[in-house]
């Protein structure tokens, strides 16, 4: 449920301080693509959010008329954490993508309480919506993986004005037993000094933060009743679950009860042999998977791998 290998939640709860001011850029790499003739500028910023800011990556191509696709990372994870992918999902979409790291993970400000048992629907009604003003969005599309995923689902359902599609990846949509093991057995594993480190690598002295925020808000008691069944019939974009038959944080059963309880057109796709990490174990399936959504709902066009594009509506 994050970026090194074991992975997971964490987020955070609000103040009161709305961003006003425009995200401060800049510019990382100008890169192009023969494939697609077109670039990709990529540029980083910061911006104001409740209670300190929040680093962002823009994967920028010029030309595109496309809504932005926004990416929400896992419990562990940040914007570096994506690597190629974001890219590769720009060039693949003609679409811009926009990854950022959430308050108290990787380049954000950091933070020292524990986030709440409603962390996810904090994402949704505080984090998201100043990032998006600050970015001047109206229209998006979002890509979640594990927790990232069930808070896309939350802004879609909370913030659903302008929101053109969500795909999931490996999302939690309830407490299963098979997550809560998989988030003991992380525990121990990143007591060993060793692997503390790969956490550390991304999120240095929020690294414990980091971790602490998932492990101990997961296994709580106070979380145990947790589902996002309230959210899900308020959904009305279209939506597409990705899931791994090999997940080792829960089972298909949430890619199934996501679907099943949406109120707009729905989508499974369960990849067999792949675990957590869908975009990172099957990068190309989940490049083509997403963009075909997009496209059949006219959300964006779509360069399939294999060099057709096709166009939505």
């Known amino acids: 449920m994050g970026g090194a290998r074991p992975r997971a939640p964490a987020r955070g709860p609000a103040t009161h301080r709305w961003a006003t001011a425009r995200p401060r850029w800049r510019v990382l ?72 790291d959430r308050l108290g993970f990787g380049r954000s400000t950091r933070r020292t309480e524990r986030p709440s048992v409603d962390f996810i ?29 069930a808070m896309a689902l939350s802004i879609a359902a909370l913030q659903s004005e302008g929101c053109e599609a969500v795909i999931t990846e490996a999302a939690q949509a309830f407490v299963e037993p098979r997550t809560l093991s998989g988030i003991r057995a992380a525990r121990t594993q990143f007591a060993d000094p060793e692997q503390f480190e790969k956490v550390a690598k991304w999120h240095g002295e929020k690294a414990r933060w980091v971790l602490d925020a998932w492990t101990e808000v997961w296994l709580s008691p106070d979380f145990a009743s947790w589902s996002l069944d309230e959210q899900l019939g308020k959904v009305r974009c279209p939506v597409l679950a990705i899931h791994g038959d090999l997940d080792e944080y829960g089972s298909v059963e949430f890619a199934h009860r ?33 963009g075909s959504l997009l496209a059949r709902h006219a959300v964006t066009r779509f360069s399939d791998p294999r060099g057709a594009m096709m166009h939505g509506a």
Request: glycine residues 8%; proline residues 5%; neutral net charge.
């Open 29 to 100: 790499a100008l890169r192009s693509s023969t494939a697609l003739s077109m670039s990709t500028e990529v540029l980083d910023s910061h911006v104001d959010v409740p209670g300190g800011s929040i680093f962002a990556r823009r994967w920028r191509l010029g030309h595109s008329d496309c809504p932005p696709i926004i990416l929400l990372h896992d419990s562990l994870g940040s914007v570096e954490q994506w690597r190629a992918f974001p890219e590769a999902l720009a060039e693949a979409t003609t679409s811009d993508v926009i990854a950022y």
């Open 121 to 149: 629907r904090e994402e949704a009604l505080a984090f998201f919506p100043a990032m998006k003003r600050a970015f001047g969005i109206t229209r998006f599309s979002l890509f979640g993986h594990s927790v990232g995923g």
């Open 258 to 290: 996501i679907t099943s309880k949406v109120n707009g057109p729905s989508e499974v796709a369960i990849l067999s042999g792949c675990g957590h990490v869908p975009h990172r174990e099957r990068r190309d399936e989940v490049l083509r998977l997403t």
